[in-house]
């Protein structure tokens, strides 16, 4: 009885060989030093501890928040029509197709070679000198290869998974760039709505300056006023045509800046008609800030994806170490004589399969060099991933902070408002009675005005950092996980309140 052959007992002694060869190359003790930083462990401060915990997170389209339609069909336009975020998207699509080809590198390759070629032999020490020497034939192949990559040490699966997270971060960065860009449009729509309010006040103020030389001049005219008192009420009048230029020159780069920021032309533009903003409620944080906030903002996603990039790697870098051990395999024909077809007879087969193996034994410290940068690389990721942790936490507790001084400072110019127009009240008064000039008239006018504008700097202001805040916080909940180890979000809205002029 014929002795039964275990291959078992031959694989077993070849890959410790293999493993003993590979040995040769030292990896010199090359590993990762970073640490990610825990963000539980992170004090996040006064600012976010005291924060109003009934407020909750904006809502995916965030900006909706502020009650314009025309702000809401804005950003929409800006979203479809983006130069940058059409570039992001295209990122995306090729970080996916690479993920598709280092999936590809996973399969068997199959290839089927043929080609016909009428020769001429020379006679030399290589081809003869023999039957072919000063002869010309016919020297036709046909072959059908296969190419199967064994993937002993996992190197193919790291290429695999690499490719896929920086797929992934393709993808969060394409969303962190949306994010960015709803920012810059909200803010920039905010500024516009500034404008308008600051145009009222512009032509107020020149009205009233206006009215105050049309009585000067009655004044004159009648015998009770003199001449100073008409060059003082014409003085302000040049400055205050200045400062309404001044507006319009503000309200009309603000508009070719949204128009730039929508993909359009300046003239695109000039279809915005006057913003009408209102907020309601107060800010406020949800309770366990920085875990919520590892699974919201996109670019603290995008920095995780990419150390699960490095990390992967790091893997496929250590796998070069160790023998690679491919399956070929060839079937097919040849001929060199004979007719053009003769190749495709059944003597001209020619077939074969086996391994291959490919050992790095000495490589003057190539793979260790690689295995260095790589392990850097990781290196570099997890401690960018640790500086956008705790940037984001303080822009968190930043914008917090301001809010709340707005807050107080609303109040405050509130006041002063309400006494510059008692002020100039009293002060027309007591001008129309005679008791005082025009002079008393025009500052009581002036520091309303500066009230005035004050005051609409000052909401504007909140709208301002509101709205950084819901970027902040990562502008609303995506449809599914953001990245790995995410958790369940939950979305609500914030807001302040800014009255429009009519």
Known sequence: ????????????????????????????????????LDAAALEAGDAIAHAEQRAAWPAAQWW??????????????????SPSLAIAGARVREAQALAGVAAGAQAPQVGVEASVQRRRWPTDNFYGPG??????????????????????????????????SLAELA????????????????QAYIQLALGYAQLDIAKDELKQREQLLALARERLRIGLGTRLEVSEA??????AHRQLDLVHERIALTRHQLAALAGAGPGAGDALERPSITLHALPGLPTQLPLELLGRRPDLVARRWQVAAQARGIEVA????????????SFGRAAVQGGVLDFLRHDKLAWGLGPALSLPVFDGGRLRGRLGAQAAAYDI????????????LKGVADLLVRLHSLHEQEGFAAEGLARAEERCQLAAEAHRRGLTDARAVLEAQSQ???????????????????????????????????????????????????????
């Open 234 to 239: 014409e003085a302000p009048l040049p400055e």
């Open 171 to 186: 993808a969060t960065e394409a969303r962190a760039a949306a994010l960015e860009l709803q920012g810059q449009v909200v």
């Open 131 to 164: 039957p072919l020497a000063d002869t010309t034939t016919w020297n036709n192949t046909a072959s059908f290869g296969l190419a199967y990559d064994l993937d002993l040490w996992g190197r193919l699966r790291s290429e695999r998974q690499r490719a896929l």
């Open 318 to 329: 250590e796998a070069e170490f160790y023998p690679n051990v491919d399956l070929l395999g």
């Open 448 to 502: 309303l005005f500066a009230q005035q504008r004050l005051q609409q700097q000052v909401r504007a202001g909140q709208l301002a950092a509101q709205a950084e805040l819901w970027v902040a916080l990562g502008g609303g909940v995506l449809p599914a996980a953001s990245g790995p180890g995410d958790g369940q979000l939950r979305a609500r809205a914030v807001g302040l309140h800014l009255p429009g002029r009519d």
């Open 64 to 81: 909706r928040a502020y009650g314009d339609a025309q702000l809401d069909a804005w950003v929409e336009r800006a979203l479809a029509g």
């Open 1 to 36: 009885m014929p002795a039964i052959v275990r291959p078992e007992l031959y694989l077993a002694p070849l890959f410790v060989l293999f493993a003993t060869l590979a040995g040769c190359i030292d990896r010199g003790g090359i590993a990762p030093q970073a640490e990610r």
């Open 381 to 392: 990721a997890v401690e960018q991933y640790n500086q956008t942790l705790v940037q984001a």
